[in-house]
């Protein structure tokens, strides 16, 4: 059994998290691929490069592992959808100018993996964690009522990834050979796509000439790092303070859209992030208390 390392936690859940922040500049590289499109090469260039370095990085007896227990396999299979169905709706969201909803979601994630963490795994939040989910709550709230309708993006963006940490987290599976199996399961998916749609971008011969070709095939190792090191970072944190790193993120994802996208962002809009905001920094301070106190 691996033994947990707080301090390790933090480094991969934060390199995690600013690498996805930063998305949104790459999915912008790559805004006339359809999202669908872009998705199945995500699947496709993923997983052999996850081959390729789970040559490199070895991991003995994993195969023998899963091959033993096909319900690791089953586990495997419901994450990869997960993560496939949380990749598709982010990559639409962003090149269609809804990048707001997309951060509102990862803004809700960590409250996903905080009712998850107490439900299921028996978690425990300390006073000043109860106040900073607290002031999370009413941010996200705020943003709730004022969207005026169900907000479909933001939803699905917080459940997918929300119930994809969790299973990843219960699977006791290495985070590479893991997140291989997953997009190995999902090859023959994105495979049967490329041939029932020969009209692809990418189907054509010369779109690999293309500056797009190679953002396509970049889609692997851009993938790759930031799970794997959520799916470590996963087997050292409590899932309640992994959750709360998630803020990272959308908060990244929000200045972009404002500074770089020029999506309005309305002062009601402001406010509920400052709430948002304010519990962050209350999680983060009594984490690091925590933290000082082990150490």
């Keep these: 059994m691996q033994v947990a390392n707080p301090r390790r936690g933090y480094i991969l859940g934060l390199s995690a998290y600013i690498i996805w922040g930063l998305f949104p500049l790459y999915f912008k590289a790559i805004a006339n691929v359809p999202a669908v499109e872009i998705i199945v090469h995500r699947v496709l260039w993923s997983a052999l490069f996850g081959a390729l370095l789970l040559m490199v990085w070895k991991h003995p007896g994993w195969w023998r592992e899963l091959r033993d227990n096909p319900k690791r396999l089953a586990i495997l299979a419901l994450s990869g959808t997960l993560i496939a169905a949380n990749w598709l709706t982010y990559v639409w969201s962003v090149n269609n100018g809804r990048m707001l909803e997309a951060s509102l979601g990862y803004y809700i994630n960590p409250l996903v993996n905080v ?95 293309t500056s797009e070709a190679w953002w396509l095939v970049a889609a692997g190792p851009v993938t790759l790092v930031p799970l794997v090191c959520f799916n470590a970072a996963a087997r050292h944190l409590p899932y309640t303070t992994l959750g709360f790193l998630q803020y990272i993120a959308p908060t990244l994802v929000l200045l972009q859209a404002v500074l770089l996208f020029n999506e309005h962002l309305s002062s009601s809009t402001l406010v509920a992030f400052m709430f948002i905001w304010a519990g962050l920094a209350i999680y983060s301070v009594d984490a690091w208390i925590s933290l000082r106190r082990r150490s």
Excluded: D, H
Aim: aromatic fraction near 12%; avoid cysteine.
């Design 115 to 209: 009712l998850l963490g107490m439900l299921i795994l028996g978690e425990r939040l300390r006073r000043m964690q109860w106040l900073a989910v607290g002031l999370a709550a009413v941010g996200v709230a705020q943003q709730v009522w004022q969207v005026g309708s169900l907000p479909w993006v933001s939803l699905v963006l917080a459940l997918t990834f929300g119930f994809y940490g969790l299973i990843r987290k219960q699977a006791p599976v290495k985070a590479l050979p893991g997140l291989v199996v997953e997009t190995w399961m999902l090859v023959p998916i994105a495979v049967a796509w490329l041939l029932f749609n020969p009209g692809a971008s990418s189907a054509q011969a010369q779109f690999w000439s």
